[in-house]
């Protein structure tokens, strides 16, 4: 079985070279599309799934230059649950936890394509059982291959905001499958400035949604945070045809009352360099 990936979400602005350098420090392209989630121009390049039988498999490790997270979902996380086996560590049990302009959190991604791939492990539980009318309860999902993207506000690293400061994230994802079909959960629906105007079917995808809120807390400490009654549209995404040139398709299945939290810890703060000869201990959080 060939995999392919074109994970979901993360928005590359394709049209700055530097940009794209900085996210994801100088990998190749077709390692950018990790966690990607573009913005521009063609629908059916959008939210490719690690699965599709007709491509290269594209799983490999954290792109060089994010930062590695420790992933928690508290107490207070009301329609975000965790699997019971405490904290997401960053590479174990295939999880993938890092942050650069945007956090990426992958409950399941393998380091390697050689098959047998590993067993899936970790989950996350989605409650989808409050909606608005006439949206209709999905009741809890419980996924396995679940994902969060969530966008920086104008730009910036995570590590770049002040220590107790807080920004609206422009866009925050949250994907899962329900009968087979993967579900895209958007708060937002903002561009991420002027060299990555939003698709307007994106745009679509995010309208009359409230925003997370991203803090940092402390030095290596942040939180993603909703409102109890903030709003998150759910779509239903089925894939197109390129040898038939039929675009990727999105079913809008209408807005959710839906609370999450999601508490990040810099997993490695500090870095050993070498320095005259002797490994010199740096703090990565300034």
């Known amino acids: ?99 650069n302009i945007a956090y990426m959190f992958f409950t399941y991604w393998p380091e390697t394509c050689e098959e047998p791939l590993p067993q899936q492990v970790r989950w996350l539980e989605f409650s989808l059982n409050r909606p608005v009318s006439p949206a209709r309860s999905l009741g809890v999902i419980r996924e396995r291959e679940s994902m969060v993207t969530a966008f920086n506000s104008r730009g910036k690293t995570f590590i770049e905001m002040e220590v107790g400061s807080t920004v609206a994230a422009p866009v925050v994802i949250l994907r899962f ?28 995808l995010g309208e009359a949604t409230t925003h997370v809120q991203i803090t940092r807390t402390a030095k290596t400490e942040w939180d993603l945070l909703t409102t109890p009654s903030s709003i998150a549209r759910l779509s239903r995404w089925t894939p197109g045809n390129r040898e038939r040139s039929q675009p990727d398709h999105f079913d809008d299945l209408g807005l959710y ?30």
Not at 260 to 268: G, H, V
């Open 257 to 286: 009352e839906f609370s999450f939290e999601l508490k990040l810890n810099l997993q490695r703060p500090h870095n050993d360099r070498l320095v005259n000869g002797e490994f010199v201990r740096q703090p990565v959080a300034k």
């Open 1 to 99: 079985m060939r995999l392919r990936a074109a994970h979901s979400l993360c928005f590359i602005l394709r049209r700055s070279k530097s940009l794209t350098r900085r996210l994801w420090g100088y990998v190749p392209l077709t390692s950018l599309l990790l966690g990607s989630f573009l913005l521009a121009q063609s629908p059916n390049r959008f939210f490719r799934f690690p699965t599709g039988p007709d491509g290269p498999c594209e799983y490999h490790p954290t792109p060089n230059g994010a930062l590695a997270m420790i992933a928690t979902v508290p107490a207070s996380s009301r329609d975000l649950r965790p699997d019971g086996r405490g904290r997401y560590l960053e590479g174990n049990d295939t999880v993938r936890s890092y942050a």
């Open 177 to 204: 499958r329900e009968n087979g079909a993967i579900h895209f959960l958007r708060f937002g629906n903002e561009s991420l400035g002027a060299t990555a105007p939003l698709n307007p079917v994106l745009r679509s």
